[in-house]
């Protein structure tokens, strides 16, 4: 993309900003920055909140990517393979990841989907009972302890004031089908929400079908002197999802449809069954303050079969079948004194995961010796303190402190005299400052900046194996710790506009990278530095007329400022893979409340990207447009609703995300064309 069509996109948009609005805005109120309810205006860090409307109005409501593009600083790609999830990165913060999600955290209703390794999984979110999603980027992300660099929580939807059942169906391109039921019941003190849905697609690419059930649902207890209790229970099953892997630059010139090498001979695929359960107790007066109080634990079995050939499965690699059965669990507490001019919170949090992994070869899509065997435990144990204080009436400064220690042990059980005994422990900690301040100069414009500290461990896949084939952890793999920094404004122009505009910077030391592989063990090494700098703008408007405007815009300059690999080779200056150095996201709607008929365009653009450390492969910048449009209707007690969208509206041919320095530079994953998609929902007060 190049910086003239992101000018022209920024000022078109802008401009439909000059209008005078003539309807009001609702304040938004988040509680992620610190951890209790305020104005994000009022906030001196970078938070936005997405509202649960925006994330299913005429929409899949099956990625995270769908709904989040409005925040910048974000990025989430949809690499179009289920078997891979979503590629999220915040602030450069991420990219590497070839599978999860790493480096951001992942929170439903204040309960941890981010394993104390810092890997997680955005197909858990539930994005059709979501309330709300709160996005934390910069300094204070590192008051959530290891792998911090943003934080994205997602808010259950509060018991509705009146009972009801929805239903939906929504059909497209692919033979892409999503279904659902959701209900909300209250009584009293009592109320509840729960989904259930199927999605069912065959993919864009050869080999990319995939089928995921999920099912949700949250409890609320009101008791006695304002306390409560929050009941979330959340359930994924999505079996033999198949992965059509990377493309090499010669396959995404000659057909970008086509399934990577071996996809197709090994019937590279992956099984997930997930469950899980959270209790979360509120007292608002208790011991001089409020308290809250969390407990939470769940089970993940996964299969995965790889597209590694068979003479790449020897004995001392883990093979190309991933079988492993995991267990976690966690509880966290905190206390908070104080009123709107001076506050402190303390809490601690313990979150402890054990798995046992097993490897098996693959051959032709069958399981056959085993090739892996060890039990995995992880725990982290951290303290916290976080202050705000109101110094004058024009300046309040607030601040943290988190306290992390990390703990890994392997246990391995498959020993033999060509594969050594890869048992070992390993144990990281950090203290993570933040101080930030906000400065009023007047009620619509707020100044306001921070800084601080946070760090990212290796994850248990990182930590495997050592160089030269010599045995245990790799003790020598250190954590990595950044320095982040902030400075910007908060602006109301008007009762109905909202804009932003937020510089930033994050040197970090001991990045966490490949330093190759052989014999099917993998090896990573400590960079030297690393900087992230750049600039996020973003705006919200209401208009006259039913139109509204939305404009997120991130430069973001990422690259490597020390780094000597095992080899030699000296990639300082060069650019880290993953991070586009501008990302634009654009939506001009209308809506006509006589008919109940609303559209929208959307424009959504990245320049290009590197793929690998060296940046000798690229995937190009690209611009695509989406529209989208439908129809509401209220008769009586029913709401109806119908839409219909396209996206990549002129069928444009990118990349939608690679994955980081693939090893058999395999690095592409390319997006759809031109698809389709037909909704209709129902929904029924009682």
């Known amino acids: ?32 920055g610190t951890r209790s309810a305020e104005r994000a205006f009022d906030v001196p860090a970078s938070i936005d909140r997405v509202d649960g409307e925006a994330l299913r ?37 991420g990219a590497r990841a070839t599978f999860g999600v790493r480096g ?37 992300a590192a008051l959530y302890g290891n792998a911090s660099g943003g934080v994205i929580h997602v808010i259950g939807d509060d018991a509705p004031r009146k009972p009801f059942v929805e ?84 396959q995404l010139d000659a057909d970008p449809r086509q399934a990577g090498t071996n996809a197709l001979a090994q019937d590279t695929r992956k099984s997930i069954k997930h469950t899980q359960g959270g209790l979360v107790w509120r007292h608002p007066q208790l011991l001089g303050g409020a308290v809250e109080a969390s407990v939470y634990g769940g089970q993940r079995q996964l299969t995965q079969y790889l597209g590694l050939p068979l003479v790449a499965q ?25 009123d709107e001019q001076r506050s402190i919170t303390v809490g601690l949090a313990y979150d402890r995961m054990r798995e046992h992994r097993q490897g098996f070869v693959n051959n032709a899509g069958t399981a056959g010796a085993l090739r892996r065997d060890e039990d995995d435990t992880v725990h982290s144990f951290d303290q916290f303190i976080i202050g705000s204080w109101q110094v004058a009436p024009a300046w309040k400064l607030t ?24 048992s070992g422990s390993a144990r990281y900690s950090a203290t993570s400052p933040v101080l930030g301040v906000l400065h009023q100069l007047s009620p ?40 982040n920094f902030e400075a910007g404004v908060k602006a109301r122009l008007g009762s109905n506009m909202r804009a932003s505009a937020v510089v930033f910077r994050a040197d970090t030391r001991n990045e966490v990278v490949s330093a190759g592989s052989s014999g099917g063990r993998t090896v990573y090494a400590n960079a030297g530095k690393t900087r992230r700098e750049g600039l996020e703008l973003s705006m919200d408007a209401t208009l006259p007329a039913g139109f509204n405007a939305t404009l997120a815009y991130t430069n973001t300059r990422a690259e490597y400022r020390d780094l000597v690999t095992p080899a030699g ?28 008929f609303s559209s929208a365009a959307e424009v959504r653009g990245a320049s290009r990207l590197s793929a690998n450390d060296t940046n000798t492969a690229q995937a190009p910048g690209y611009v695509t447009t989406v529209l989208r449009a439908g129809f509401e209707q209220r008769i009586g007690a029913w709401k109806l609703t119908q839409f219909a969208r396209v996206d990549n509206l002129f069928d444009k041919d990118y990349v939608g995300s690679v994955i980081v320095n693939e090893t058999n530079q395999r690095y592409f994953e390319p997006a759809p064309g031109r698809t389709w998609a037909l909704g209709v929902t129902g929904s029924y007060s009682f």
Not at 110 to 120: A, C, E, K, S, V
């Open 1 to 32: 993309m190049k910086p003239h069509a992101v000018a022209r996109a920024c000022a078109l948009l802008l401009a439909c900003t000059t209008v005078q609005a003539q309807t009001s805005n609702v304040e938004s109120v988040v509680v992620t």
């Open 57 to 93: 109005d005429q929409q899949w409501r099956v990625n995270l990517s769908e709904g989040v593009a409005r925040v910048p600083g974000l990025l989430v790609q949809n690499r179009q393979n289920y078997a891979q999830d979503l590629q999220v990165s915040s602030r450069g913060f």
């Open 104 to 140: 951001v955290r992942l929170i439903q209703d204040g309960i941890p989907l981010t394993m104390p390794d810092g890997q997680g999984q955005t197909a858990l979110l539930d994005l059709e009972g979501a309330g709300a999603i709160e996005v934390l980027r910069g300094p204070f």
């Open 167 to 250: 239903g939906s169906v929504m059909g497209g391109s692919d033979s892409t089908w999503r279904t659902g039921v959701r209900f909300g019941v209250s009584s009293g003190s009592f109320g509840a929400t729960g989904n259930v849905s199927r999605f069912e697609t065959n993919g864009s690419r050869d080999h990319s079908a995939a089928r995921r059930d999920l099912a949700n649902a949250r409890l609320r207890f009101g008791l006695d002197n304002g306390a409560s209790i929050v009941v979330i229970a959340n359930a994924l099953n999505q079996p033999d999802t198949q992965d059509p892997l990377g493309l090499t630059q010669a």
């Open 314 to 338: 020897g004995i001392t690699s883990s093979g190309g079948v991933v079988d492993l059965d995991r267990n976690f669990s966690g509880t966290g507490l905190q206390w908070r004194l104080g």
């Open 399 to 422: 601040g943290g402190l988190r306290h992390s220690v990390v703990r890994f042990e392997s246990k391995d059980r498959f020993i033999t005299g060509a594969n050594p005994d890869d």
């Open 444 to 483: 619509d414009l707020h100044l306001f900046a921070s800084l601080g500290r946070g760090f990212e461990t290796p994850t248990f896949a990182e930590l495997a194996y050592r160089s030269g084939g010599q045995p245990g952890l790799n003790f020598d793999l250190a954590a990595a710790k950044s320095r």
């Open 569 to 596: 080779a000296d990639l300082s200056g060069k650019r880290i893979p993953g991070v586009p150095r501008q990302v634009l996201y654009g939506e001009l709607g209308w809506r006509h409340l006589a008919s109940g």
